[in-house]
Nanobody, 117 residues
Framework: VQLQASGGGLVQPGGSLRLSCTAS????????VGWYRQTPGSQREQVAF??????HYADFAKGRFTISRDNAKNTVFLQMNSLKPEDTAIYYC?????????????WGQGTLVTVSS
């Protein structure tokens, strides 16, 4: 599975961005799709994910970020509102597929989000 992330950019504090992640195959066949982020010198941290009808958010994302998906477009979105400077990071799309024999973990190339005035 190839994942193509887009939508990053420079935004002022309090602004919004919508990230997109388009998969090379039907995302409904993927068990989990979601977003992580990473800043220099830090570990990659989970932002949000969808599995079935369940959505999970990191504490810092609750109330500000919304994850959604459009199965017809094979795309997962991350709507980010009320952005803060500490949200500055490279955001990565992630997908997991569980088969009868193994668990497959896929990553997109990352898209940079910079929150600054």
């Amino acid at each position: 599975v190839q994942l193509q992330a887009s939508g990053g950019g420079l935004v002022q504090p309090g602004g919004s961005l919508r990230l997109s992640c388009t998969a090379s195959e039907t995302i409904s066949r993927l068990n989990v799709v979601g977003w992580y982020r990473q800043t220099p010198g830090s570990q990659r941290e989970q932002v949000a994910f969808i599995t079935g009808d369940y959505k999970h958010y990191a504490d810092f994302a609750k109330g500000r970020f919304t994850i959604s998906r459009d199965n017809a477009k094979n795309t997962v979105f991350l709507q980010m509102n009320s952005l803060k400077p500490e949200d500055t990071a490279i955001y990565y799309c992630n997908a997991i597929r569980v088969t009868a024999v193994d668990t497959q973990d896929y990553w997109g190339q990352g898209t940079l989000v910079t929150v600054s005035s």
